[in-house]
Structure formats: C-alpha cells, structure tokens
C-alpha cells in the first residue's frame, strides 16, 4: 500500500487527534529510519509553532559552559591625591543614581508578570482570573504580580492582543495601551492592535467602554475603532470581525489588501523590513486566506500568487518583477 | 538515504511545489553547517546548537514533567552529556532527532521515578527506539494533557501555579485567596489522579 504520512497527519498526531487507524499507518512509515529523521524534524517544527513556554537560553547556556559574561571593567582610580576626594563624591553619586534607576527597573519587574513574543511567534496564555490572551507576533503583556483578580484587572499592552475576559460581577478588567486608549470591559471578546502610530480595537461580543484622549466611548459587536496618530479616530462596522484575530492560528487572511499594507503585516509579524523595486509593486492587491508559520511560507505564496520574486538580504525583503 | 517527502496538499492556497525540497535542503545545511563548526570551534558549536534546540526542547519536556524547572533540568542534562561525552563526534542520526530522543527518554524515566510503582533504573544510555515506542511517548504526551483538562477548574489552577509554574503553595494561597491548606488538598488531588492514569504508561 502507498503509505502517504505528511506534515499535517503528523501535527494532527501530536495534538493528540489520530484514530487507531492513522497510528497504525504512522507506526509503519516510521519502520524506516529515514522517516525518523523526518519524524522529529516535524515534531522540532510543531514544537516551534506550539511552544508552551520559551526559557531563558542565553543565561543557561552562561551556566553550562560556565563562561560568565564578563562584567564592566572597573572604574580606575586616579592616584592624584587632590582629585580623589571629588572623584569619590562622583563616583558616590553615580552609584546612588545607578541604585535608584535599578530598584525602579526592578520594581516593576517585581510587581508586574510580563510575557513577550517573539517575531513569527503567537502565543495564548491564560490570567490568573481566567481570562485568556492570544498574543500576536512581537507583543508583550503585562499584569499584576499580586492582587490581579482581587484588587484589579488591569493589564498593559503594546502590539497586538485578543481577549476573551470572564466576567466577574464588580471587577472590571482594563486593557491599557501607550495610545493614550484604554479599554474597560464586564465580560467579552476583543482585539486590541497597538503598534507604531496606530491602535484599533474590534469587538465581537459583549460589551466595552473605550478611553481614547479624555473621550469616552461604547463599543457595539462588530464594530472597529481606528486612531492614528494626528488623525481623527473613528468607528465603522465590520461583517466579519473573527477576521481581524485570524492570526492565532497563523492564518493570513486578505481582503483586496494592498502590497503596502502587507509590508506593515510583515514588519509587525516577522520583524523584516519590505522594499518595492518598483513603486507600482506596492499598490497590487491580493484576496484570499493562507496558512503561514514563517516569512519565508508567506513570501512564497505572495511571490507566486503576483508571479513576481523576493529576495531577504540583512532584515529587508526586496520585492521585484 | 531519505524518502523524498509528501507535501501537504490539504490548503488550497498553500503552494508546495517545490518548497519541502527547499525547506529540507536548507535544515541539511543548518545541521552540516553545525557539524563543521563543531569540528572546528567545538565550543562555538555546542553554543550554537544550544541556542537553536534548547527553547523547543524545554516546551517539549514540559508536555511530560508539566513543571518548567524539571523541563529546563532535564534538556540541560542532556546537552551537558553531549558536550562532556563529546558525543558530537560519535552521533550518527542528525543532532536533532538524538536531542529530542535523548529528551524524550529522560523525561519518561524521570516520570518513572516520580509516578511509577518501582524506582527506574539508572539512565541508561540513549538508544534509538522502534517505532512503536516513539508513537507511545507521543500518546504519553497527549494522555498527561488530557488528564490535566479533567481536573476540576480550581484544582487544575492550583496544578499549573505550583507544578508548571513552580510557585510556593503559599503564594498560591494569597493570589487565590484559599487557605494553604486547601491548596495541598488540590496538589494530592492532582498528583494523585495523575499517578492513576500514567500507571498503565509507567511499567
């Protein structure tokens, strides 16, 4: 029989959704060792897509092979016994002020719990009051290290965020961006985009109150709220607002997106910069949904979609005909 | 050699021509690319492996321990006997398939001490396993996440704070506002269901 196992029979295994079957058929294809190369290949991909936590690798690898960073070299001290005194009043000085910016970089990372993604990385993590967060490519979360659910649910965010809050009768559960935007809720879900100039909100259900300037403001499901920097913000309704936090599951979705607005999606997801050899490049628009786990997957289809070429070279894509 | 792969033709937008070819071509070269450095600076080798496989192979870890800390150990682990047994030079599959089985192995056998019924043996040396037993570390995996999900809600609170998390009970307590005693109550709970259940695994 022609045994057929690919990527997606092996990713659907590893989460767990094989029929005996299937297993069966796996089992078979792995009786060659070539296979088992192939094996944890995929399963070292679905890791990369799946990850449940990303651990600290520099400083272990510091630990491992003992090589300590090595630490600032020491001021040296002057032998002019005039100067001294003054020195060591600056050198005081200097100390103190390090202290204070210390405790107060440290104080936040004591009293916030703070979670990043990386580039090309999505992330859902679960709050301490049940609420869940599906974190988009280069976004970080912060939120109370203690009293979160009891005190305050009150959680900052700068990138791109889904929320899907539980309700909890009195509490209510505030996202705060850098936007001068803020968004209160009783129970709902939402996404949250804030980036560079630009913040949106969508809703899907439920309710929100924004906070945009000294504005304040209702939300309805389906509605989006744009503000951009010296703009006007705005509010418009949406047919499809699932659409808009179809990137949880890597999902690329474009609806007459212009080549423009794709060098935005790729700057935020992937942390590439995109060129247009020719200017009329960046004005062709593309529809349709595509599944993409790196840059390289989602220039490709691009690429072949427009029957145009890419090259990568030092963090830019370089687009031609 | 290597059976050229199917590519996965099931999303009609995705293109794959001839990308899996590409896609391998370039992982060959990543792991060649590897092994030569290794050769020459083994030192900068071992980094640069590290820095590539120690992230994914902490999550993957996680899925049997479920605790970050014996995650973290046991990936550690196996990347110190590869440095200090120099087995860079004797592997013959490719460093990654060796590191995720080595993984694997090791997070089964600690499994073993900590659920089992009798102590495990010690560590033996990484051997490459039959296919059988490669598709049952995988059920392993998903068996331990589906027995978490049936926790009871507070119960499986308490679980991931303390076991994945590594948090003091009594901090658990204060944030979730239950006595401290109340959360040792979850962790036997917990732990007791997941020795039931890893039993049949466990032999």
Redesign the interface.
């Known amino acids: 029989m022609e045994n057929s196992v690919d990527k997606h029979i092996l990713f659907e295994n590893f989460s767990g959704r094989s029929t005996p079957l299937r297993k069966q058929q796996i089992e078979d294809w792995l009786r060659d060792p070539g296979n088992i190369e192939c094996y944890y290949e995929w399963l070292d991909e679905w890791e990369r897509t799946n990850s449940l936590f990303t651990p600290d690798t520099a400083t272990t690898l510091n630990n491992i092979t003992g090589h300590q960073q090595t630490s600032p070299q020491p001021v040296p001290s002057t032998s002019r016994p005039k100067t001294l005194i003054r020195f060591r009043l600056i050198a005081a000085a200097i100390a103190t002020i390090a202290l204070i910016t210390a405790i107060y970089a440290l104080k936040n990372i004591f009293l916030y719990r703070s979670m990043s993604t990386a580039y090309g990385e999505t992330r859902s993590i679960i709050l301490p009051d049940g609420s869940l967060v599906s974190m988009n490519a280069n976004t970080t979360v912060r939120y109370s290290r203690f009293g979160f659910g009891k005190n305050n649910r009150d959680v900052f965010l700068s990138g791109e965020a889904d929320f899907t809050v539980t309700h909890s009768g009195s509490q209510p559960f505030t996202v705060n961006t850098d936007k001068d935007l803020k968004v209160r809720v009783l129970g709902t879900r939402f996404t949250v985009y804030t980036r560079g100039e630009k913040a949106t909100v969508v809703l899907r259900e439920g309710k929100v109150e924004l906070q945009y300037k000294e504005e304040k403001q209702l939300l309805q499901p389906g509605d989006l709220f744009t503000a951009h920097k010296g703009a006007r913000a705005n509010v418009r309704h949406v047919a499809n607002p699932e659409n808009l936090s179809a990137w949880k599951d890597h999902e690329f979705l474009f609806e007459e997106t212009s080549m423009s607005e794709l060098a935005g999606m790729i700057k935020d997801n992937f942390g590439l910069s995109v060129h247009f050899d020719d200017q009329a490049l960046s004005n062709r628009r593309i529809s349709g949904s595509l599944h993409a786990d790196t840059a390289t997957e989602l220039l490709d289809v691009i690429a072949q979609l427009l029957n145009i070429h890419y090259t990568i070279r030092e963090g830019t894509v370089y687009f031609s005909e | 050699?290597?059976?050229p792969?199917?590519?996965?033709g099931?999303?009609p937008?995705?293109?794959a021509v001839d990308?899996d070819a590409d896609e391998q071509a370039l992982?060959m070269d990543n792991e060649t690319f590897i092994r030569v450095i290794l050769k020459d600076d083994p030192?900068k080798g071992?980094?640069v492996l590290?820095?590539k496989?120690?992230?994914?192979?902490?999550?993957?870890a996680?899925?049997f321990v479920y605790s970050?800390e014996i995650a973290?150990d046991i990936v550690?682990e196996v990347?110190?006997n590869f440095?200090n047994k120099q087995l860079y030079l004797s592997v013959t599959?490719?460093f990654?398939?060796y590191l995720?089985?080595a993984v694997r192995n090791n997070a089964y056998n600690h499994l073993k001490q900590e659920f089992g019924e009798k102590l495990a043996t010690t560590t033996e040396p990484v051997e490459?396993l039959d296919?059988?037993s490669?598709?049952l570390l995988?059920?392993l995996?998903?068996k331990i996440?589906?027995t978490i999900e049936t926790f009871p809600?507070q119960c499986q609170?308490v679980f991931l704070l303390s076991r994945f998390e590594g948090r003091k009970n009594r901090e658990i307590a204060?944030?979730?506002?239950i006595r401290p005693k109340t959360v040792e109550a979850h962790m036997m709970k917990a732990l007791s269901i997941l020795k039931k259940t890893l039993s049949e695994y466990l032999k």
């Open positions: 050699m290597k059976e792969k199917q590519s996965s099931n999303n937008l995705r293109i990308k992982l030192e071992f980094a590290f820095k496989y120690y992230g994914p192979l902490c999550s993957h996680t899925r970050k973290q550690s990347f110190l440095w599959s490719t990654r398939a995720y089985t490459d296919p059988q490669i598709l995988g059920e995996m998903t996440e589906r809600p609170k204060d944030e979730l506002q």
